[in-house]
């Protein structure tokens, strides 16, 4: 699929874009991979870390890693690619900036959750909980009749994408959810409610988001085939029962999803031999590296999933696989997709092959260094060390790609100074 360069009217909404992007990078920065280094730090080498701290701790690095940093990442590109997928008209402007203050006050507040119990944290936690909830519907209402309408004939790929805008308002209600007991002056959110809302967001959101966009895409990024539709229409429907069980905690739900990513893994066409006439460009080819790496994740987050699934009490291997799919498949897919987009959607320069080939080198050093260390656990000095060095690794190829954004954004926004 091609995707047309930005009319004049589009190019007004770049600013929109950027606002989304940066929000999301300052947040990975400081609470995700930041707040990240200093748990697994903690972790590995005991270093000081509040009192009681460590599990309220974790449930705010993982929420704001998947609200702050996923949430509002996919939320950004969402609002831009949907309608040139659909030919259909772009999304209000006022909504579109409503889900983003909902959103992002929603993530800042959360933060509360570290304060002392008092009636003035319940306050802002309950806001919180409420304007997530509020700015993500606006989101999943938006998208979808942006995909009900539209010039273009409907692709089964939007299946995916629709499951995935909806999996978004349902991930922060149960988190709001998860909060009850901070409500009565606990100091941690519901453990089951947390582990639904983590599903919620990583599995459905995230998942199908990507997924349906990558499938959408890979044709016309990567010369690759396109998946037949029943595979299509299988796998999704794979997907989201399987999601809806894990969310739920019902046996049988990773096994599911297993099956779909396998399915697809198995029919994107992007292994084996290039249907491309002649050598892919260099470009090309680092999309087509990051794609591979994202699908290679993707089987190893649900397979480690599955494991604990099957045979249950497996902590290890849910930390592992759900960091398999947040840092490996999530990042190599942004960072390889989000490089052809970025230009595609703001009309600016490419970005550097060279940065983007280190932000996925990089993040994929991070998943492996994070999710196989944590299987095996810092108890020995190699793999604490090894285990601590995930940390800055992944920060380091999201500063390389941040960069890089900021030389093809930058330019598009001077065109409003
Ligand atoms: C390399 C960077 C990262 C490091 C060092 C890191 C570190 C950690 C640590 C130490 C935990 C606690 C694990 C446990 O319970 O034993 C954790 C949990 C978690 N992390 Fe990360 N993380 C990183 C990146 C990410 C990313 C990119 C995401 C999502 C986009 C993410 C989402 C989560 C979630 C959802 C949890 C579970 C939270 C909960 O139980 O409520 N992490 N992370």
Redo the contacts with the bound molecule.
Sequence with gaps: MRIALPTVGQRRDVPVLALFLVTSVVV?LVA??G???W??L??SFGVPMPAGGW?VL??V???L??MG??GLLVMGIGYRLMPRFRGSPEPERRLVLASYLCVTIGVALRVAQLAQPSDARTALLLLSGALEVAGSAIYATTTMRTLALGDNAHRADELLMAGGAVWLPIAAMWSLVSLQPLFGGASL?S?DA??A??AA??IGT?GGHILGVSVRLNSGFIAAKLVPDNVLVGATALWMVGTFLVVLQIGGGAPLLLAAAIALFTSVGIFGRSRAARPLPEHAQVTMFAWRAAYIWLVIGLALLTVDAMVGGA??FV?AG??AL??GF??SMAYGVGARLLPTLTGGPALPVGAVRWAVILTNL??A??AFV?LVGPATTPAAVA?AL??P???AGLLVFAAAAVRTVRPALHTFA
């Design positions: 990975a995700g991979f707040l990240g280094w748990l697994i903690y972790q599990l974790v449930q690095h993982g929420h890693q998947l940093f996923a959110a453990l947390d582990a809302a983590v967001f990583l995230v902590p290890s930390v759900r960091h947040a840092i999530l990042g991070a998943a260094l994070r944590e285990l995930s940390g690794v992944g920060l």
